[in-house]
């Protein structure tokens, strides 16, 4: 009961922000505009996504989840009066702090609810429950947008966040001690060099892509991500989550080479369901590792970390290959992301290592979920 109130504000977030994701710039009406209101929004998930352990420090989860739902929800309502790129801009801020503070404390709350025996489920079942959202909101918006115009999307949109309020959990953090190390950097290294390539995939298949490819390839990959994150939240609880760490990075590595043949759409294919696999395995691992390396008070912290590494390297494998596609075209820029992410693969070793080494230790520590 207490894990299903704890995934409400996640679902309620996922579809405030999927929802109008493809349907904000649509009502921008410019691609000036539309890249500022974006760009405004991802700007200040980031900001308040480090931002937030403070937050949750001073006025608890409850206040805090509610605070972020109705900073997301709320804002929407905003574009049914006015398309001005001021308004979509100031609108779009708002529900970035909103976003990042919702989705931040959220992880965090449902790692601290589950039992630490099955952290990796509860952590899997937050990536099922954005995931769904994602693939259900993303698509439907647009669609509704065009069949009924943007007076309901932008409606549901404010609602949605709201609804969750009533479920909201809340969680109390006793244990102030420092059992375990502190995360290091590998991990988020090794995840921010994953969302990278992420980020390649999803601004660029349409482009390099044939019309009817790119979006079987954009629904392949987050559809086999969502699945394999799940799948390696339950198999990691019980063989030990660093023993997926190489394998998620290999799958990674390979299935972004492969996604560099995009005149071969049985090569495209398998590289996306490759890539979606082992961003799969890595989204769940390297966040559940990562909650195993710390006291419980600073689950908050690590669900910042973790949630800025994933935006910082979606936007710098976009950045990065925008500049390099001019001069080198699609494939190749493909190509150089899987090559830019081999130097990880080392360090994904030697996370299994030192996490093997140090599991004793772990096991002789009382169960804190």
Not at 275 to 293: D, E
Request: charged share 10%; glycine share 10%; proline share 6%.
């Amino acid at each position: 009961m207490k894990t299903a109130a704890a995934l409400a504000p996640i679902a309620g977030a996922s579809i405030g922000f999927y929802l109008p994701l493809a349907v904000v710039p649509l009502l921008a009406g410019s691609a000036q505009a539309a890249g500022l209101s974006t760009g405004a929004f991802l700007v200040a998930t980031v900001l308040f996504e480090l931002v937030t352990p403070r937050i949750v420090a001073r006025l608890g989860y409850r206040r805090t989840l509610a605070a972020g739902l109705v900073l997301l929800g709320l804002p929407s309502l905003l574009f049914l009066v006015s398309d001005a790129t001021a308004a979509l801009v100031a609108a779009n801020a708002v529900r970035g702090m909103g976003f990042a503070i919702a989705t931040v404390a959220g992880s965090a709350l449902t790692a601290l609810i589950v039992p630490s025996r099955r952290r990796g489920e509860g952590v899997a079942l937050v990536g099922l429950v954005s995931g769904a959202g994602s693939l259900a909101a993303l698509p439907l918006g647009l669609w509704a947008a065009h069949r009924y115009g943007y007076t309901p999307v932008f409606v549901v949109t404010a609602l949605a966040p709201l609804a969750a309020l009533p479920f909201l959990a809340d969680a109390t953090v006793t244990d102030k001690s420092d059992n375990f190390a502190r995360p290091g950097w590998r991990l988020p290294v090794i995840f921010a060099a994953c969302a990278s390539a992420a980020g390649v995939l999803v601004t660029f298949a349409p482009l390099a892509m044939a019309p009817a490819l790119a979006p079987v390839v954009l629904l392949v990959q987050p559809a086999v991500t969502t699945v394999a994150r799940w799948i390696a939240g339950r198999v990691g609880d019980r063989i030990g989550q660093s023993t997926l760490l190489l394998p998620g990075m290999v799958l990674s590595v390979a299935g972004m080479a492969a996604l560099a043949a995009t005149g071969s759409t049985a090569l495209v294919l398998l590289g996306a369901a490759a890539f979606g696999a082992g961003f799969g395995i890595l989204q769940n691992v390297t966040l559940t590792m990562m909650y195993a390396r710390v006291p419980r008070s600073s689950y908050s912290a690590v669900s910042a970390i973790w949630n800025a590494a994933y935006d910082l390297g979606m936007a710098a494998g976009a950045l990065g290959a925008g500049a390099l596609i001019p001069s080198v075209g699609y494939p190749v820029a493909f190509l150089l992301t899987a090559v830019a992410m081999l130097p990880t693969l080392p360090l994904a070793r030697t996370g299994r290592t030192n996490a093997r080494n140090s599991s004793v230790t772990m096991r002789a520590l009382p169960d804190m979920g």
